[in-house]
Nanobody
Framework: QVHLVESGGGLVQAGGSLRLSCAASGSIFSINAMGWYRQAPGKRRELVAAITSGGSTNYADSVKGRFTISRDNAKKMVYLEMNSLKPEDTAVYYC?????????????????WGQGTQVTVSS
C-alpha cells in the first residue's frame, strides 16, 4: 500500500508565504515525476508545478516567479514554496506522484494522489 500525505496548508494574508510538503511512503519501487495540482471551488483541477526525477521543473504561468517546487529523493518528499500569495491562489492543493510500486506478483506503474491540503489567501 502507498500513501501520500500533504502538510503545510493554512490561512495567510495576500503577499504572504506558505510551504507545502508531501511525503510518500509504502511499497515504493521508484518515484518518477512529482507535482502539485490545485482545485478551486467550481473550477477544474490544474497543474501548479512538477519536477522530474532529474530535477527539471515545470510551472503554470500563473505561479512562475512566485512558487518553487523541489524534492528530496532520499526522503521521498516533494515541496512547494509559495511566495507573494494572491487570493486567486486559494484552493485545495494536491500532491501527485508517478511511481512504480510493489504489488503482489510484481510491480505497478501509475499516478498517485494525496488527500489535499487547503490553502486560503485573504485579501
Amino acid at each position: 500500500q502507498v500513501h501520500l500525505v500533504e502538510s503545510g496548508g493554512g490561512l495567510v494574508q495576500a503577499g504572504g508565504s506558505l510551504r507545502l510538503s508531501c511525503a510518500a511512503s509504502g511499497s515504493i519501487f521508484s518515484i518518477n515525476a512529482m507535482g502539485w495540482y490545485r482545485q478551486a471551488p467550481g473550477k477544474r483541477r490544474e497543474l501548479v508545478a512538477a519536477i522530474t526525477s532529474g530535477g527539471s521543473t515545470n510551472y503554470a504561468d500563473s505561479v512562475k516567479g512566485r512558487f518553487t517546487i523541489s524534492r528530496d529523493n532520499a526522503k521521498k518528499m516533494v515541496y512547494l514554496e509559495m511566495n507573494s500569495l494572491k487570493p486567486e491562489d486559494t484552493a485545495v492543493y494536491y500532491c501527485n506522484t508517478h511511481m512504480i510500486v510493489w504489488v503482489v506478483g510484481g510491480t505497478n506503474e501509475g499516478d498517485y494522489w494525496g488527500q489535499g491540503t487547503q490553502v486560503t489567501v485573504s485579501s
